[in-house]
């Protein structure tokens, strides 16, 4: 299984970026994906889920009306729109697909987000 993580970079606050994810090496169909993420010095945290056929999505709170997750099961790909990012949004993002069957799950090696002036 290989998971790339891209899109991630430096932003200023108020600022959007759109970080994506691609995976293979797994019925990318099947698995629920999730973004997740760890600020320097934190515990990595679960940012937002989507389902496998993409009818279903949750969010951590702090990122609710700002963060969308989305998915194109086409292209075996996981997509984190962010607006309106502030420091706080700073972090190593990770994606995770997880098998809802069986829970065996991987990560990706991340993509740093920086917000700053």
């Known amino acids: 299984v290989h998971i790339v993580e891209a899109g991630g970079g430096l932003v200023q606050p108020g600022g959007s970026l759109r970080l994506s994810c691609a995976a293979s090496?797994?019925?990318?169909?099947?698995?629920?994906m999730r973004w997740h993420r760890q600020r320097l010095g934190k515990e990595r945290e679960l940012v937002a889920t989507?389902?496998?056929?993409?009818?279903?999505?949750t969010y951590k709170d702090s990122v609710k009306g700002r963060f969308t997750i989305s998915r194109d099961n086409t292209k075996n790909t996981v997509y984190l729109q962010m607006n309106s990012l502030n420091p706080e949004d700073t972090a190593v993002y990770y994606c995770?697909?997880?098998?809802?069957?069986?829970?065996?799950?991987?990560w990706g090696q991340g993509t740093q987000v920086t917000v700053s002036s």
């Open positions: 995770n697909p997880i098998n809802p069957i069986n829970g065996r799950n991987y």
């Open positions: 090496g797994l019925t990318f169909s099947s698995y629920v």
């Open positions: 989507i389902t496998s056929a993409g009818g279903l999505t």
